[in-house]
């Protein structure tokens, strides 16, 4: 604002909403289509965190509001800068995060004849975000990004693009601001409440399982207390994992791909399943097979923040519209029964938990991946963020890792590769006095490893754990399963990931025994820099319990069975 003048450019008054809004941070790739964004920027006490791909930058920002709950914000640039914000915007969406997307655009007065690098970002993103939108009039600037922060916040979150046409940014005006906006809970019912505890009172098997977003400290904090007052199991979904202490007694594991078979037959035998805050998506739901649909089958009870999430897909026996928090806060008023009959049944799916998760397998190797985890599961503080992208590397977090408080976990329930370094970032700059560690794939790491400068640049020391095999490993799996000895496309030849992380001006170190991997770590912390440990991997290893030479040959073997009778049709 100039002296004297109650005007202000419509760049400034748009950053000043943010910070009304309690925005602290945001996440950008530079463009001219929205220089009076960044020249309000220049006097304005945000941080800003300027990247060097519009992938990483709205996966930075998709990381605030999963840590948060409040909307990550990003900038980006028209038609390019956009289109590779898409990447984050589509986690935001599958992992309903909240999070707004700001566009440059061209000028109004030249809009509709395709100008420079212009889009209609209402159509490029409109299955994608929860709301996609273009401010037309400076004055309102404050009414348009009140209303993305509710629509990001409120229900099931998501992500929404908000396009700013260049010549509306730098119109001056004189207009009031919003009103800060908060969240707004939904609380479940008394009436909801009571059917829950009489559906607890009747169940022989109960288990409950979380997932989903707009939780937190208090809410985990709820459910733990719930949790015990009815010793009933908790299982965590797909990549959710910090919702729940994994050392509580009535932690029963993690439901995502490829769970402990004794926890899949658990949930299976389950009379009542608690799904709270979570979609139940493909992934923790099996490839769907776990329930029928719509008729699930079993009693269930569904909780979701999203009105429209109810009964989508699977029909509940009683479905509650309420947050998690709010719902987490309900459950102290439910009684348990008299008697408890399934005691035994949580402390053996505890134990059951313990004894998976324990020790590491032994996959070929001279470095284990569940050893790693197992070290820093045994020397990382509760506090510490675990940052991954998608691969195979990643189960061996799921399995071996323990999360044991809320908002220690970024990982992308949409399986989105490249998301580990960006996260880690994001993570760093938001809690400088944790220790934020990423796990990625060697190609998962090249995907937006280029962020890396982004940490030197902004002292973020983040250890980076390339898991390297040489390979999409996942993609490579799949096709020994289906197309045994054909590799097609899924082999990587890598670069000297340590000495990557040299000439970027951060720690780098190779590690090709297990037993060094402790000094190796610790160095790399003591380094006080952004550090990458480049981990050679066997490829054989692809899980932690079966090689990549064993998929392919049960899947020669059912090949050579399937095709026997069409070889040979009169065999017997
Ligand atoms: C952005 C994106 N592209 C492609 C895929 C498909 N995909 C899933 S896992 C995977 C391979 C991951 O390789 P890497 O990071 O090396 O991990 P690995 O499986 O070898 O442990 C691919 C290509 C994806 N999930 N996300
Ligand atoms: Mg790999």
Not at 247 to 263: M, R, V
Not at 340 to 365: C, F, K, L, Q
Not at 389 to 406: D, Q, S
Not at 464 to 492: C, F, K, W
Request: aromatic share 8%.
């Amino acid at each position: 604002m100039r002296e004297g003048d109650d005007t202000r450019t419509g760049g400034e008054v748009l950053i000043d909403q943010l910070m009304i809004h309690g925005v602290r941070h945001a996440f950008c790739v530079p463009g001219e289509s929205y220089l009076a964004v960044l020249d309000a920027f220049h006097d304005r006490d945000l941080d800003v965190t300027v990247c060097r791909q519009e992938g990483g930058a709205a996966m930075m920002a998709e990381a605030v509001g999963k840590l948060t709950g409040r909307p990550g914000v990003c900038f980006v640039t028209r038609g390019p800068g956009a289109t590779n914000a898409s990447a984050g915007v589509h986690i935001a969406r599958q992992d309903s995060t909240p999070m707004i997307l700001f566009v440059g655009q061209v000028g109004r007065d030249m809009r509709e004849r395709e100008a420079f690098q212009e889009l209609d970002y209402r159509a490029v993103f409109g299955s994608m975000a929860k709301w996609a939108t273009e401010i037309s009039e400076v004055d309102r600037i404050p009414e348009i990004v009140s209303r993305a922060f509710y629509t990001a916040m409120n229900g099931r979150p998501g992500p929404v693009v908000v396009a700013l046409p260049e010549d509306m940014l730098t119109e001056r005006v004189a207009v009031d601001d919003a009103q800060p906006c908060e969240p707004i809970e939904i609380w479940p019912g008394l009436a909801d409440m009571m059917r829950l505890q009489k559906l607890l009172w009747a169940a022989e098997r109960p288990l409950m399982l979380i997932g989903g977003s707009r939780w937190s400290q208090p809410a985990c904090a709820a459910v733990a207390r719930f949790a015990e007052r009815f010793c009933i199991p908790v299982a965590t979904t797909f990549r959710r994992a910090h919702l729940f202490d994994a050392l509580h007694p009535c932690y029963a594991g993690d439901f995502g791909i490829g769970p402990n078979p004794s926890l899949l037959a658990r949930v299976q035998a389950a009379d009542l399943l608690i799904l709270a805050g979570t979609r139940l998506g493909e992934m923790s739901s099996q490839g769907y097979s776990l329930l029928g649909i719509p008729n699930p089958g079993k009693t269930l009870v569904h909780i979701h923040a999203g009105a429209e999430e109810l009964g989508r897909v699977y029909r509940p026996h009683l479905g509650i519209n309420a947050t998690p928090t709010a719902f987490a806060a309900a459950l102290e008023g439910v009684e348990p029964p008299r008697e408890i009959r399934w005691r035994e049944a949580t402390a053996a799916a505890h134990a059951d938990y313990v004894a998976w998760s324990e020790a590491p397998t032994e996959p070929p190797g001279a470095v284990n991946l569940g050893a790693v985890m197992a070290f820093l599961r045994d020397h990382l503080p509760a506090d510490a963020v675990i940052c991954n992208g998608a691969g195979n590397y990643a189960i061996w977090i799921h399995r071996f890792y323990r999360f044991r408080r809320f908002g220690t976990q970024l990982g992308p329930t949409s399986g989105s590769m490249g998301y580990g370094v960006p996260a880690a970032v994001a993570a760093k700059r938001l809690y400088p006095e944790r220790p934020v560690v990423c796990f990625a794939g060697d190609g998962c790491f090249l995907m937006n490893g280029q962020e890396f400068a982004t940490a030197v640049q902004y002292d973020l020391p983040i250890v980076v754990i390339v898991a390297d095999n040489g390979m999409y490993g996942t993609i490579r799996m799949h096709q020994e399963r289906e197309y045994p000895g054909r590799v097609s496309a899924t082999m990587l030849r890598n670069p000297d990931f340590a000495a990557y992380a040299r000439t970027f001006g951060g720690h780098g170190a190779t590690v090709e025994r297990t037993a060094d991997f402790p000094a190796a770590f610790e160095a790399a912390q003591q380094s006080g820099r952004p550090a990458i440990l480049h981990l050679k991997l066997d490829p054989e290893a692809i899980t932690p319990a079966v090689t990549l030479g064993a998929i392919r040959a049960k899947a020669l073997g059912r090949i050579q069975q399937e095709w026997t009778p069409v070889l040979r049709p009169n065999a017997p």
